[in-house]
């Protein structure tokens, strides 16, 4: 948390004239500036700057406020991300200061082992004696020195156990470093050994921007037998399928740009930014799952797929863009030249060869029909046949109703099926879904079904609204991770960002934003606030332990006998947050505040 008195000499020595100036092109007007609004369309400048005041203000569209709300509303950064980026401009070295008691957080020595693991890391990259291959690699893939510690890259020394015996002076448990996959038992041998060896060492951050695993990249060609990539195992902070790597870096870039670029791999994002292309996020070698896509949804409504273009990446790449439909997200395929990836693109053409095979990006369901024309797929009545069966998924899932419709009408042209009958395939796909034959049709983003007038969550928002004063103590007991409604999270995540708010913000998504309207003008009586926010906190967080606990359930029945051992352990403190949530839930609620840690799929 930034001190107030750190938030006030940043907004006095802040020049707000120097900042705005620097993302809108201003012109002086007397004592004061003004400049076209960068919030709304206009052909005669109605955005002012008045310096003497610190405030800026629209008379066309009424957007105005200090230097802090203009950064907050260009750049989409919540309000400590704000006063950290005018504190950078202006000079001004700010001490954070800890909110809350570590000591209450059960996964504090994870996170903390895994940021010692990062440091041991880093040291051998620059200072070790083995480190000296992992550079030149970089400098042979155009990463610098300023790249590499901007992703935290680091190197694992090849001996059994570096980590280990470092770890072991200052301190640290074994058992804690078993746990947190950074060491792994031996079937032979009676001690445990280091599991990342001779590999350069990839921190993986979550949207908090603190490790919760890694990845390790064999350097040079990989011997056979030996993966050329080695994650960490899931763990108490990290489930795969919920992290994205890159995106506590990238997502600022991603509002910015209104898309981000979706790689495969660690080195392809850490090679397009080192080149200045930022709002790039990677799958961490996994596809990309529903959480993913939800993730991509949160910070824009554009991705670019830029995966393998052989027969295994196109397949990822469908899944991908599927996902990414039913988020709400319309995804383009880029499609590189066979045997390339975004690496060695850039490697080997330049920045500018990336960016025209970007600027020829094709609409996910166009490109599967260009495939399905290729091969041929429409010259016989069998080929279209089987070739509706694989187009219709992408129509059924997408959740943009706008978009599925112009999908339905285009491959009724292409097939020469009629819209009626397509129609009438979708909404058997449907009913299918409904009844376990597979994934119903997400609803059309802007059209909802009933609000359930007593959920937890709508509770918690409707009282947030109308009792501003409750969201920073919401702030404390609750991380949006926890909301299970994409919708209702978009709204807490809005009103964390300006607790003030009174419309949708810009961006924010056409069901989220009926939603809040919803929430604004419903005329119903909060009565017994502290009841209905301990209640309202306690049912979501204990809904969000049960999940955890029935996806350790699924892990256990399917886990060898090695990884048997951690999975009780965090199955037991599960076990223990959820007991004390039903004795007391307030302390737990504080420990589980804004751990990062994922929402699970039901």
Partial sequence: MIPNSAVEEVRQRADIVAIIGELVALKRAGKDYKALCPFHEERTPSFYVVPSKDFYKCFGCGAS??????????L????????????????????????????????????????????????????????????????????????????????????????????????????????????????????????????????????????????????????????????????????????????????????????????????????????????????????????????????????????????????????????????????????LPAGDDPDSVVRRHGVDALRRYLAEAVDVLDRKLQILEERGAFTTIEGTRDALDRLLPTIRCTKDAALRDIYAARVAERTGVRRETIEAELLRGVAAGSRGGGRPAAAPRGRIGPLPRLGPERKLLLLLVKARDWIDRAVERLHPEQFGDPALREIFEALVADPELKHPPPGMSPGAATRFEELTGDPEILAQADRIFDDSVRKILVRDIDARIADVDRRLAEAAESEHSRLVLEKQDLARAHRELDEDWRPTARRYAQTGLPRLQP
Wanted: hydrophobic share 40%; net charge neutral; proline share 4%.
């Fill in 76 to 335: 989409g950064l919540d309000f400590a991300a704000a006063v950290r980026y005018v504190a950078e401009r202006s000079g001004v070295d700010i001490r954070e200061r800890e909110v809350r008691d570590r000591g209450e957080d059960p996964y504090r020595e994870l996170y903390e082992v895994n940021a010692f693991a990062r440091e041991f890391y880093r040291r051998q990259l620059w200072e070790g004696e083995g480190g000296d291959v992992a550079r030149r690699y970089l400098e042979g893939r155009g990463v610098g020195r300023e790249a590499a510690e901007r992703f935290g890259l680091g190197f694992a020394p090849a001996e059994w156990s570096a980590l280990r015996n470092a770890a072991a002076k200052h301190g640290l448990d074994e058992a804690l470093l078993l746990r947190a996959g950074l060491l792994k038992e031996s079937e032979r041998a009676q001690e445990p050994y280091d599991r990342f060896r001779d590999r350069l060492m990839f921190p993986i951050e979550d949207g908090m921007g603190r490790v919760v695993a890694f990845g390790g990249r064999v350097i040079g060609p990989a011997d056979e037998g030996v993966p050329k990539y080695l994650n960490s195992p899931e763990t108490p902070i990290y489930r795969k399928g919920t992290v994205l790597y890159g995106l506590s870096w990238a997502k600022v870039a991603i509002r910015r740009e209104s898309a981000a670029l979706v790689v495969e791999g660690y080195m392809d994002l850490v090679s397009l930014a080192a080149r200045g292309i930022e709002p790039v996020v990677a799958t961490l070698g996994t596809a990309m799952t529903d959480e993913h896509a939800r993730l991509v949804a949160r910070y824009c409504s554009r991705a670019l797929l830029l995966y393998d273009s052989d027969l295994a990446g196109l397949r990822a790449t469908f899944r991908a863009g599927d996902a990414l439909l039913a988020a709400g997200v319309h995804p383009s395929v880029v499609t």
């Fill in 65 to 74: 406020g200090d230097v802090f709300a203009f950064v907050r509303q260009k």
